[in-house]
């Protein structure tokens, strides 16, 4: 089993800061949705990870942590994500290049 | 390479890996993106074995987001840790025997230059400090002296990260490293005064944890090695196998190092500066507006 870097859709969309996927190592692993959390009232969307492309390295965590001040993102085990984003399963819109999770699978 | 480079051929849309079709549809070719819509593209480089948390990782992706043209743009490696990402981008990658790169980018550049006349073909170099300053050494020196038109960037990690911990000439004096268990005897080589001297145009020392930043030094590099002369951009870009360094506290490593020995420096020849205001419309580099005279102070 190994970690993953999971990020709560409701802690970020507060803040929608940006930061972490400037700072992640690995190419299209932490992408934005500007979907997520709107059915919750917030107005920006959300960082979410491409977890078969994470590595593990906590980089994200840090920086969210740190500099973002948010707190927003945790290690957490790949059995234990209620919902993968599994690359396959995250597409980019149509229209637009802002990036969505077409259909989030669960693993578990 | 051309935009054609990234189109589907007709009736092969569906038969496409899913990354190449992200790149076709959302990739960088042909626009302007920057590190700010990081995460809402797809980007060039793509998945590739360089180790967790690796800054030099980072660095190169910031880098490859940088390009000014990426579609027009051919980088050239060597032997060591970041040829392993870099030839996993969507971009002609060619690899130079160890210590050949700038003798293989001065011949590339040449060429590309006889074939496409005046149309821009950037090339650029990444190497690590071995590679740069050791190994490459003759050829680094000699590229610059004839002012090959091309930028050099080294990913310098401080040591030989790929065969597993040799100093370098760029290893800090002092340090332990596994093949240097008595401590390295000599002094940091100065690259940076060996590039001036040698006649580059453009010389800056950049760290990752400072995304923006690097995005400017590397486009101003690749601009002026278009018509100018050689560039040269020095990264420190930590090895965290070598230097032990936990994964999560490589930026705060990289904020250290930066305050101890990587100060942002930058030097632009005035050639260099007039070509960016001129051609490109750089403002940085106006004469700036004289200062109000100082108020005389009134006597009473
Ligand atoms: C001519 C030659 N000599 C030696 C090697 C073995 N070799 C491969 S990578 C490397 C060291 C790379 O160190 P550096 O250039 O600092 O890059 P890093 O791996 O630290 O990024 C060496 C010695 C080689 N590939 N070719
Ligand atoms: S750094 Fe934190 S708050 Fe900012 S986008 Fe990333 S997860 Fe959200
Ligand atoms: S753990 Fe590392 S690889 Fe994974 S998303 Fe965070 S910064 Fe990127
Ligand atoms: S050995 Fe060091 S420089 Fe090479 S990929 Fe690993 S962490 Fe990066």
């Known amino acids: 089993m190994y970690l993953v870097a999971n990020i709560d859709v409701e802690i970020c969309a507060a803040k929608s800061c940006k930061l972490c996927t400037q700072y992640c190592p690995e190419a299209n692993t932490i992408l934005y949705s500007e979907e997520m959390g709107k059915d919750k009232g917030f107005k920006y969307g959300s960082a979410y990870v491409a977890v078969d492309r994470c590595k593990g390295c906590a980089q994200c965590v840090w920086v969210c942590d740190n500099m973002a001040k948010n707190n927003a993102i945790k290690m957490i085990m790949i059995d234990q994500l209620p919902l993968a984003a599994i690359t396959d399963n995250v597409t980019y819109g149509e229209?637009?290049?802002?990036?969505v999770l077409s259909d989030p699978m669960v693993v578990g | 390479m051309s935009l054609d480079y990234v189109k589907f051929s007709g009736g092969f849309e569906k038969f496409m890996p899913k990354e190449y079709r992200d790149m076709v549809e959302h990739g960088p070719f042909g626009k302007k993106i920057s590190v700010s819509q990081m995460g809402s593209f797809k980007e060039i480089l793509e998945e590739h074995p360089m180790c967790a948390g690796c800054a030099m990782t980072l660095f190169i992706r910031l880098a490859i987001i940088a390009f000014p043209n990426p579609e027009d743009t051919i980088t050239v490696g060597t032997a060591g840790c970041g040829r392993l990402a870099i030839s996993q981008a969507a971009i002609p990658?060619?690899?130079?025997?160890?210590?050949?790169?700038?003798?293989?980018?001065?011949?590339?550049?040449?060429?590309?230059?006889?074939?496409f006349g005046d149309k821009p073909k950037d090339v650029v170099v990444m190497a690590g400090d071995g590679g740069t300053a050791d190994i490459g050494f003759q050829q680094v020196l000699h590229s610059w002296f004839r002012k090959e038109r091309f930028t050099t960037i080294m990913l310098d990690n401080e040591v030989y990260g790929n065969t597993g911990g040799q100093e370098s000439g760029m290893t800090n004096r002092g340090a332990v490293l596994k093949m240097a268990p008595l401590g390295k005897k000599f002094e940091k080589m100065d690259m940076l005064q060996m590039a001036k001297v040698a006649g580059c145009a453009y010389v800056a020392t950049v760290v990752p944890n400072n995304p923006r930043r690097v995005e400017s030094v590397i486009k101003k590099a690749v601009l002026i090695a278009r018509e100018v002369g050689s560039t040269y951009i020095q990264a420190y870009t930590s090895c965290n196998i070598e230097y032990a360094i936990p994964t999560d506290k490589v930026m705060e490593d990289a904020k250290t190092v930066e305050n101890d020995r990587y100060q942002f420096t930058e030097y632009v020849s005035d050639e260099a500066k007039q070509y960016l205001t001129e051609r490109y419309g750089y403002k940085d580099y106006l004469p700036k507006p004289a200062a109000p005279a100082a108020a005389i102070p009134n006597k009473a």
Do not use: H, I
């Open chain 1, 95 to 99: 229209k637009s290049t802002v990036a």
């Open chain 2, 93 to 115: 990658f060619v690899y130079g025997n160890y210590g050949d790169q700038n003798g293989v980018a001065s011949g590339l550049s040449r060429g590309l230059r006889l074939r």
